[in-house]
């Protein structure tokens, strides 16, 4: 599928289980839109406090310090507009509850395009498929199509004032089937800025960067990019 132009998107909603998902799985996309000019906005479901054990952080101040972690990386990528659901971390299912908040969500951001997580196991590669990742991914489907453009889904919303809203395209990251990449060299280093701001999460790892641009060259290679280039990876799909 060939995707909308970028100079079609105004702007674009990202909804991710944890902080530090949105730099992992598009943090050079990101950089590239927002570099552009699009406004990108991240509702990030869980708060990712059963993460970190490595850095010493008591589980009770996790939560606290990963939303500040998610707020540095998100300046270091353009990004200013986060909100946090507050769900637990491990404990994500697809719920009612949870598509309203998204729902909510896309009507107040009124994006054009979502990134979003797969709600399809990957197994090649599990990490992509935690089960956080897994619901997070259904139910921001659901609330893509068809709940954010039904009138009639969640009238609560629209009498508090947020209208329906048709988001246009949804990207996915950690998809089996991937069939659109994003050659982010150029903006490789602003995704490691971010990924190093997840300090609780990433400080431990020495060989971070090796790791990151290992997979990104990967990505780079299997789409025929030239030897050194770095890709980002999704499953885009039209919701128009």
């Not at 609330?143 to 629209?158: M, Q, T």
């Amino acid at each position: 599928m060939t995707p909308l132009s970028d100079s079609e998107i105004k702007r674009i909603l990202v909804v991710m289980a944890h902080p530090d998902d949105c730099d992992f799985g598009a943090g050079g996309t990101i950089a590239h839109w927002t570099s552009q000019g699009i406004e990108v906005s991240y509702c990030i479901i869980t708060n990712g406090d059963q993460g970190g054990e490595e850095s010493g952080i008591p589980v009770e101040e996790m939560a606290k310090v990963r939303q500040q972690e998610q707020r540095d990386a998100g300046k270091a990528l353009g990004v200013t507009d986060i909100t946090y659901l507050n769900y637990r971390d491990g404990w994500l299912m697809p719920s009612i509850e949870l598509r309203k908040e998204i729902v909510k969500a896309i009507r107040i951001a009124k994006p054009d395009r979502m990134v979003v997580q797969s709600p399809e196991r990957n197994w090649e590669r599990i990490y992509s498929s935690h089960p956080d990742h897994l619901a997070a991914g259904e139910t921001a489907i659901q609330a893509v199509y068809p709940d954010s453009r039904n009138p009639f889904a969640f009238p609560e919303l629209k009498a508090a004032g947020h209208e329906p809203w048709r988001v246009r395209e949804v990207w996915i990251t950690g998809s089996p089937t991937p069939n659109h990449y994003v050659d982010i060299t150029e903006t490789f280093s602003r995704k490691m800025a971010a990924l190093h701001s997840h300090v609780s999460q990433t400080a431990h790892n020495k060989e971070l960067e090796n790791m990151v641009r290992s997979w990104g060259e990967k990505n780079a290679e299997a789409q025929g990019l030239a030897v050194g280039r770095i890709a980002e990876i999704f499953k885009v799909i039209s919701t128009d």
